[in-house]
């Protein structure tokens, strides 16, 4: 099986910055394409940034120079480091990864944090 586990979260001022961690576990050949998405309260989920193998990388519009994504492969490890946080960024904060098991791509979800950013 696979493990994702995000940590990082918590309470921040308007302005302020945090780096959310996506710890991948398990057995799995590599990983593949890795995303941070988020939720806020009453909206869908939404995709914040991705990256692939190659370090790839792609933002939605709003977190676009203010947010960067990066991983270590070597440490099956994904990481988001946000800067210049506003209230509209509060939100549960989720790490997809897909992995590659016995030649077939999976996805898995981790449980989320939570990112509050008070005004």
């Known amino acids: 099986q696979v493990q994702v586990v995000e940590s990082g979260g918590g309470l921040v001022q308007a302005g302020g910055s945090l780096r959310l961690d996506c710890a991948v576990s398990g057995t799995f050949l590599t990983m593949s394409t890795m995303g941070w998405y988020r939720q806020a309260p009453g909206k869908q989920r939404e995709l914040v940034a991705a990256?692939?193998?190659?370090?790839?990388?792609n933002y939605t519009n709003s977190v676009k120079d203010r947010f960067t994504i990066s991983r270590a492969n070597a440490k099956n490890t994904m990481y988001l480091q946000m800067n210049s946080l506003k209230p509209e960024d509060t939100a549960v904060y989720y790490c997809?990864?897909?992995?590659?098991?016995?030649?077939?791509?999976?996805?898995?979800w981790g449980g989320g944090t939570q990112v509050t950013v008070s005004s």
């Open positions: 990256i692939t193998y190659g370090d790839r990388t």
């Open positions: 997809l990864a897909e992995v590659v098991r016995f030649n077939t791509k999976y996805n898995y």
